[in-house]
């Protein structure tokens, strides 16, 4: 190898991996939380655009703080755990019928509160708050209701209700839920 070949690959070397864990780039739907070997997940949320940080001493990870499509269907993949979604949610309704429902659940993170989330909750916040929460309160809700309610003349109700309890658990926890939508309440004989 050449010595001017050896040179290439230093200076790509000291420019991937040294110059650029100086930078934190937040892209537009974004924001970065930073830990820090000596302090922790810091308080700080940073927002787009490019921000120094301390290589090899500090981290950044990405957070999404978008809307957030939580979709129950029959087409998600339960074996992919950490994807947003569910598959249908089996209930029973207060005439004692089992239905399947299917429907999304749009929710976005707090941007203030994505420290804390990720201090206290960790990455997997799907698999330990979220999923766990939207069976258990539509399982809730949908007991109150018989399921002809359900499907026709309460479901405007019902999906009012499901955001307002969905909303009292996870609000404290830094998540923000927009909005409730049922797509399908399917009735299992």
Known sequence: MSSENLDKMMYSFVMEDVLKGFFINVPPGYVACVYDLGRGVLKKVLRPGLHLKLPFWQKAKLFNTQTLEYN?????????RKMMGDEPIRVVTADERIALVEGTVLLRLDVD?????????????????????????????????????????????????????????????????????????KPIK
């Open 72 to 80: 129950i269907s029959k087409d998600f993949d339960l074996n992919k």
């Open 113 to 185: 509160q994505i420290p804390h989330i990720w201090q206290n909750i960790g990455e997997e916040f799907v698999e330990k708050i979220i999923r766990p929460t939207v069976r258990s309160r539509f399982r809730l809700i949908t007991s109150k209701n018989t399921l002809q309610e359900i499907v026709s003349t309460k479901r405007d109700e019902v999906e009012d209700q499901l955001k307002e309890e969905l909303e009292r658990i996870f609000y404290p926890r830094g998540i923000l839920v927009e909005n409730v939508l049922l797509s399908e309440i």
